[in-house]
């Protein structure tokens, strides 16, 4: 009501009630001025920006374009070409919760709800990890290793959202692919991805290889191999919101290239995603174990990320 009298004052007010109205528009600025004037996406985009890097998210320029043009239904250019466009109420009412979101540190691809990975764009939640730039090139090497096999068998071991079985399903049409992980959540996330992208992936549960049978052609893996003790030091995105399971483990790796020797056919492959300071102690496990051809791929920032071998008893 005092904003509708604010607004509505007339030259048929007395002197003296206009001036109590004026008095109450210089206390209550949030009044009529703010009736008159509405939030900008311009205005929206930077104070958002600002205030995601205020809350310690490393990219908040790109973030704020990205929740802004999704609650908005937006691309990014027209964040920019509309930049003067007044928003409504329920257009910053669905901005504020994702930035709310995105403050609190979930991961942006959980707030937005699907992450591009290589030529796909998988359903992404906090069942799984978000597939991340390292593990395309866990791909990449999965087939130059596979260059000479006409139709090969794969296994993906902890297979989470289902990225790496689902992107070289992708890109080897003719390959038989199954996908295990421990967590039933994590399978069924997949599952969902491969019906929508129609794929024909073979899902099971397991504890790394107990539950398949093989023989592979090749084995590809981004096991656990965060220590517990390095949780301090994570980003809050991944120690507080991405599953625990899927992060943190201790020997993992080292059970799994033992027990790939079992599954692989003679000249078959085992890569693997690991950690940047235990990639020499991986590439000696698997020379310990047997493996020939035992390389180290760098990671996209020059990290040591990908360590594979060859099986050939």
């Known amino acids: 009501m005092a904003l509708t009298k604010c607004c509505k004052a007339t030259s048929k007010s007395s002197p003296r009630r206009s001036r109590q109205k004026s008095v109450a528009r210089r206390s209550n600025p949030a009044g009529c001025d703010a009736?008159?004037?509405?939030?900008?996406?311009?205005?929206?985009?930077?104070?958002?920006?600002?205030?995601?890097?205020?809350?310690?998210?490393?990219?908040?320029?790109?973030?704020?374009e990205l929740l802004l043009s999704r609650a908005l239904g937006l691309s990014r250019i027209e964040l920019y070409t509309q930049h003067d466009r007044p928003l409504n109420a329920d257009e910053i009412s669905a901005a504020r919760e994702f930035v709310r979101r995105r403050a609190a540190r979930e991961p942006l691809a959980y707030i937005l709800g699907d992450w591009g990975f290589r030529r796909l764009i998988l359903k992404t939640d906090a069942r799984a990890l978000?597939?991340?730039?390292?593990?395309?090139?866990?791909?990449?090497?999965?087939?130059?290793?596979?260059?000479?096999?006409?139709?090969?068998?794969?296994?993906?071991?902890?297979?989470?959202?289902?990225?790496?079985?689902?992107?070289?399903?992708?890109?080897?049409?003719?390959?038989?692919?199954?996908?295990?992980?421990?967590?039933?959540?994590?399978?069924a996330l997949a599952s969902e991805n491969a019906a929508a992208l129609d794929l024909a992936v073979a899902f099971v549960e397991s504890d790394l290889l107990g539950a398949v049978e093989g023989p592979f052609d090749l084995i590809a893996s981004?096991?656990?191999?965060?220590?517990?003790?390095?949780?301090?030091?994570?980003?809050?995105?991944?120690?507080?919101?991405?599953?625990?399971l899927a992060v943190f483990g201790h020997g993992e790796t080292e059970r799994l290239a033992d027990a790939a020797r079992a599954k692989l056919v003679?000249?078959?492959?085992?890569?693997?995603?690991?950690?940047?300071?235990?990639?020499?102690?991986?590439?000696?496990?698997?020379?310990?174990?047997?493996y020939d051809d035992v390389r180290v791929t760098n990671d996209l920032a020059g990290r040591a990320r990908v360590v594979e071998g060859r099986w050939t008893p």
């Open 35 to 64: 009736r008159r004037s509405a939030v900008t996406l311009a205005e929206l985009l930077r104070t958002t920006a600002g205030y995601l890097a205020e809350k310690g998210v490393d990219s908040p320029r790109v973030d704020a």
């Open 130 to 187: 978000v597939p991340r730039p390292e593990t395309e090139i866990l791909v990449d090497r999965a087939l130059a290793l596979l260059a000479d096999v006409e139709s090969p068998r794969i296994v993906d071991v902890g297979t989470g959202s289902g990225a790496i079985a689902l992107a070289l399903k992708d890109e080897l049409p003719a390959a038989t692919v199954t996908a295990v992980d421990l967590s039933p959540d994590a399978l």
């Open 222 to 244: 981004n096991p656990p191999y965060v220590d517990d003790d390095e949780a301090p030091g994570l980003p809050p995105e991944v120690r507080d919101h991405e599953p625990k």
């Open 266 to 290: 003679s000249g078959g492959a085992l890569v693997l995603e690991c950690h940047e300071a235990k990639t020499d102690q991986i590439a000696a496990t698997l020379t310990a174990l047997g």
